[in-house]
């Protein structure tokens, strides 16, 4: 189950060789990664709120993507963006952030969540592009309900969203290193400070940890291993980019993919950064074959930090 509170639609505008190309996807954290993970092969039940013109436009778009549909249809309209990428890079034409969700539509969407996230292997819990749109208690409650009732959650989330889950109790946590340091649960990006910060999310409440550092290999303290307090460093082959904006949404598809396929974290994590790796080669976010990602693990490597490569 991934909790996506709040989808958007995104309008992309590509050269094409006769012209403009626009393209309509759906998007947003959950979306982007419950992509991810029903391209791996996994059965993805999405939870969200959905209205407004934007939101009768997404439910089509996240169904054909193989991703099964759970939405509270609210008033609350969905957000939007248009970029146009002509010129290669992206340029950002227009956004519009979604409307907060009222208390009647929040606590539907909750019970609808917790409803299925207690039949599910894993429950991942991504964010909202807009603050504004849900409480960060929200989390903290709905990660909490489901712990308490055996559920295994994850979660992808910064600032406050990140403080509510880790309250609530959390299996699996992917966090980037930037929101870390932005946060003040980092000192700085010296690996050190960052291992400092890893052993204290997990004192505060997530079993296992995995940190991405952009271009550099990620960190992970993860709970089977051996050495439960030992932290590793995830070596990913070192590619040319594409985009790299999805890269860490995919990581974290990658790993709750593997973990709700009943795979130890080692796998989980290693076909997180394949994932990642392979995510960056392309223009699509939350985007690559299951057969591809699969060959690309053989090349991601877990070793202790600090080891020699």
Same mark, same amino acid.
């Given at each position: 189950?991934? *909790? ?15 012209? &403009?190309?626009?393209? @309509?996807?759906?998007? /947003?954290? /959950? ?22 013109? !934007?939101?009768?436009?997404? $439910?089509? #778009?996240?169904?054909?993507? /193989?991703?099964? =549909?759970?939405? =509270? ?23 519009? &952030? ?10 539907? @969407? ?13 429950? #991942? @819990? ?11 208690? !929200? ?13 295994? =959650?994850?979660?992808? @989330? ?9 309250? /609530?109790? +959390?299996? *699996? ?20 400070? +960052? =291992?400092?910060?890893?052993?204290? #999310? ?6 296992? !940890? ?5 271009? +550099?290999?990620? +960190? ?5 291993? &051996? ?11 070192? #590619? ?40 960056? $080669? ?17 090349? !991601? ?9």
């Amino acid at each position: 189950m991934v *909790f996506c509170p709040a989808p958007q639609l995104t309008v992309t505008v590509e050269q094409g060789p006769d012209g &403009p190309d626009i393209h @309509l996807h759906a998007g /947003g954290q /959950g979306v982007w990664q419950a992509r991810m993970i029903a391209s791996l092969g996994g059965r993805v039940v999405l939870c969200a709120a959905l209205g407004g013109e !934007v939101g009768r436009v997404l $439910t089509p #778009l996240i169904a054909a993507e /193989g991703i099964e =549909v759970r939405a =509270v249809d609210g008033g609350a309209a969905n957000g939007a963006y248009v970029h146009d990428r002509r010129g290669g890079e992206r340029a950002e034409i227009a956004e519009a &952030p979604g409307r907060p969700l009222t208390r009647h539509e929040t606590d539907e @969407l909750y019970g609808l969540a917790l409803a299925e996230g207690m039949q599910a292997s894993v429950c #991942l @819990l991504s964010g909202v592009a807009d603050a504004s749109v849900l409480a960060a208690d !929200v989390y903290r409650r709905l990660a909490g309900d489901l712990r308490r009732n055996g559920a295994r =959650v994850a979660a992808d @989330l910064a600032g406050d969203y990140l403080t509510a889950v880790l309250e /609530g109790g +959390l299996t *699996f946590l992917k966090v980037a290193h930037d929101e870390l340091i932005a946060s003040g649960r980092a000192a700085g990006d010296a690996p050190a400070d +960052l =291992v400092a910060a890893i052993r204290g #999310l997990r004192a505060a409440g997530a079993e296992s !940890v995995v940190v991405s550092r952009a271009d +550099l290999p990620a +960190l992970a303290l993860l709970g089977d291993q &051996p050495r439960g307090d030992e932290v590793l460093e995830v070596v990913m082959p070192r #590619l040319e980019p594409a985009d790299p904006r999805g890269a860490g949404d995919s990581m974290t598809a990658g790993a709750v993919a593997v973990l709700a396929g009943g795979g130890d974290l080692s796998r989980a994590v290693r076909t997180g950064a394949a994932a990642a790796a392979l995510n960056v $080669t392309r223009h699509g976010l939350g985007t690559g074959t299951a057969d591809a990602v699969r060959q690309m693990v053989e090349h !991601v490597d877990l070793r202790p930090l600090g080891a020699a490569a």
